[in-house]
DNA sequence: TTGAAAGCGCTAACAC
DNA sequence: GTGTTAGCGCTTTCAA
């Protein structure tokens, strides 16, 4: 507007904390601390920081910042498999309670041309404040990596027993167990599980727990079948099954898309009625699992407290504390499995 | 390893410029020189440097290359509804490409507690690159925040007459001009619209298409009911518009998940069959579209080629190269329309 | 071609 | 309490 200096307007938050000062007739150092909050400054000297950076618009660069002090308020997330319709929640949850608590995400996508730990020196080279990892797992030489710059690392959903990493999980045996033990109590018998990624630990978990429950309630054994955690493959997978063994009469799925999968083969293809002939349960409880086609009776998992203790481990100090955190899940009982038949 | 200066190993990534300058017995200068390509250095001494930075595992610091240069390798993305399933996807796309394009993704969640606006200030600190923004449009106060700063916007899947942004968009208007054509030469009569939030570019150029469309070829005016895009709205509408005029018999809705909603309620709330009774038509072809339980005929959005063109537009230096790029979708037949009675 | 040197905007001793 | 000063790791003149 004006052309002199007088009047003289920078582009937004070019202005620097030489600015303020000079405006507030103080020194640039007394400045940052005000702004930073951290060291000593007269009440008088800090009202006119104040004002003055409110009045010239200031915002501190986090790049300057992040260089000085060797960390950046930044969070990094990295996600494999962001299709996945549990992913976008947990990214929604995340992302949400990241930003109110101050700070930034930066997301990276270990899908497609790159493991995660491919991006993991991308994102080291942030100096990033903590690093949430879903979906995959970490190598050891990885996670050496985290520690020897002093990043934690949160795995969120995923377990490990051999790194230093913290791990943010559902507990999926206990799941899969209620999830078998509704099934038998709608009077299933020939029950079977069909799986995501055959080694990782989301998989593991719920199969294992499907599986000794089975067994302990003395049914004939789960019939297994895993590949990966997607719907053509629940369709695939509940076809190839009913081929084989014809009589079973309920299904536990490794998460909620490979469900549908199975439903969809089970009603479409296979002409059976659901839960009727075959029950069927999921994992995760995805927002389309109460969709009226679906209406899947699943395990839900308790993603807010997921998300805030992850948070806290991302934050916390004390190195004693606990490293793993597993939160039960809920069974959300809607119209997939038989219900018992009531002995009136 | 070693404990002396010899065969001293910094923790990864702590080693400098300095450090590699040191050791292939250059400056510091040279080195930065080979590392960002920029500059002469003689053939044997970038040799030198680059066998240096290798042996070391030198990585550059964004954050000081970003202080100095006054601009960072990221690029921010403002997303404001990623639980709609359309929205995953799309972010899938883009970060990939970014990654692949040697830079980082900075996430925004507009949503919750935040808007767009709110968190334009907050992305524009990092200096970033360029700003993707899907979901919501942008206010001009903002948008001459980053015109000021000189930091390209791109607004996904958004319209926008007056800012000096770039758009990148799917044609709405005549994806939804050919779903009313196809809905009219399977022989509906009595058509009706489902709209997500009413004031958006999306949901207006769909709607406009449609019932102009409708209006061309002489039949009765649409009926149009808008809210928000979720499938709970789809559910709510079609109940709504039923019981107000009961013979429609083709609905266009929104979006793909707004037409879940809606199928959900023909079939299971009110009875009806589709497409036999009343035909139905989605907005995205979100991969659930294609799921047996629902097998939505929609109009594709031709992601791959958007998320192409907005990576063009953030790295475009013709001021006067249109900005504006709008490609067509692709009209995905599958079971929910009723097809045209053969004319034997 | 190359190195020295001056910052980028900020934090953190360190003296006053 | 406060200002001065020395960097953080990098880019980029500017001389040599």
Redesign the pocket.
Known sequence: MSENDAGQIKPFS?I???DVARLAN?????V??V??N?????S???QRIEDAAEQLGY???PL??G????QSNIIAVVMADIINPFYPIALDALTDAIQRSGREVLLFNAAHHQTVDDVIPAVLKYRVAGIIITTALLSSKAAEMCESMNVPVVLLSRHSQRSESFVVRCDNQLGATQAAQLMISGGCKRLAYIGGRPNSSTNTDRRVGFVSAVEKAGLAPVTVIEEIFDYRWGMDATAALFADVPDIDGVFCGDDVIAFGALDCLRFKLGKRVPQDVSVVGFDDVPSAAWSAYDLTTIRQPLELMVEKTLEFITSTDPRAPRVHTIPGELIRRSTVREPLLKA
Do not use: E, F, M
């Open positions: 070019q620097t904390q030489h103080a020194s640039q150092a007394a940052s601390r702004i930073a951290n060291g000593y400054v007269a008088d000297v800090r915002r501190p660069n300057a910042r260089l000085t002090k060797g």
